[in-house]
T-cell receptor, first 113, second 113 residues
C-alpha cells in the first residue's frame, strides 16, 4: 500500500523568508501524481500545487515550488517570501488511479511577523 | 459560483443515533468522496463514488453508509455502529483523470456524546 510521510509535525518561518516542507512517499508505481494541499484555520482544503511523476521539471505556482526527486521518492514544498496568510496545515498527497489518494499527517506552518 | 457545500458546519448527536451529513456539488464532477480527519492525522477515505448509483468502500467504511442517487449529491450516514464518530468530515469531488486534484467542501464537525 502506498504511504505518505511528513516528518515535520510543525515548522515556523519568519515573514518574507523561505521555508521548505518535506514529504516522502512509498510506491512501486511509475505513473502517479503528487499534490500539496493547504488547510487554513477555516479548515477548507485548498490545492496548492501538483506534480506529474513522469515530468522531470519541478512544478511552480507563484511563490510555491516543489523539489521532486522521483528516485528518492521525495516531494518537498518550498514557500518563498512567506506571508502571514501562509500559516496553515499543509498536507502532501499521492494519487495513483482515480480513487487512490493518500494523505500525509500534515505539517503545521507558523509564520512569525 | 461553482463549488461544494456541506451542511451543517457543526453537528451534535447523542450516542446511538444515526446522523446524515450532506454534500452537494455543482461542479458537474462525476466522482465524489468522503474523508474523515482526526487530530494529528491526515485524511482517511471512507467511501467514494465514480458515478451515480455506484459507490465503493474506502479504508475506513465500517459504521458508515452512503448513497448516490443524483450526480450532485453524496450524503454520508454515520451509523450507531461507528465506534468513534466524533471527527471532522470532508467531502470532495473531482473530474475523471488521476492528475486532477480533488476539490473539497468546507467540512462538517460532528460531535457525538
Amino acid at each position: 500500500a502506498q504511504t505518505v510521510t511528513q516528518s515535520q509535525p510543525e515548522m515556523s518561518v519568519q515573514e518574507a523568508e523561505t521555508v521548505t516542507l518535506s514529504c516522502t512517499y512509498d510506491t512501486s508505481e511509475s505513473d502517479y501524481y503528487l499534490f500539496w494541499y493547504k488547510q487554513p484555520p477555516s479548515r477548507q482544503m485548498i490545492l496548492v500545487i501538483r506534480q506529474e511523476a513522469y515530468k522531470q521539471q519541478n512544478a511552480t505556482e507563484n511563490r510555491f515550488s516543489v523539489n521532486f526527486q522521483k528516485a528518492a521518492k521525495s516531494f518537498s514544498l518550498k514557500i518563498s517570501d512567506s506571508q502571514l496568510g501562509d500559516a496553515a496545515m499543509y498536507f502532501c498527497a499521492y494519487r495513483r488511479g482515480h480513487n487512490d489518494m493518500r494523505f500525509g499527517a500534515g505539517t503545521r506552518l507558523t509564520v512569525k511577523p | 459560483d461553482g463549488g461544494i457545500t456541506q451542511s451543517p458546519k457543526y453537528l451534535f448527536r447523542k450516542e446511538g443515533q444515526n446522523v446524515t451529513l450532506s454534500c452537494e456539488q455543482n461542479l458537474n464532477h462525476d466522482a465524489m468522496y468522503w474523508y474523515r480527519q482526526d487530530p494529528g492525522q491526515g485524511l482517511r477515505l471512507i467511501y467514494y463514488s465514480q458515478i451515480v448509483n455506484d459507490f465503493q468502500k474506502g479504508d475506513i467504511a465500517e459504521g458508515y453508509s452512503v448513497s448516490r442517487e443524483k450526480k450532485e449529491s453524496f450524503p454520508l450516514t454515520v451509523t450507531s455502529a461507528q465506534k468513534n464518530p466524533t471527527a471532522f468530515y470532508l467531502c470532495a469531488s473531482s473530474d475523471p483523470g488521476q492528475g486532477v486534484g480533488q476539490y473539497f467542501g468546507p467540512g462538517t464537525r460532528l460531535t457525538v456524546t
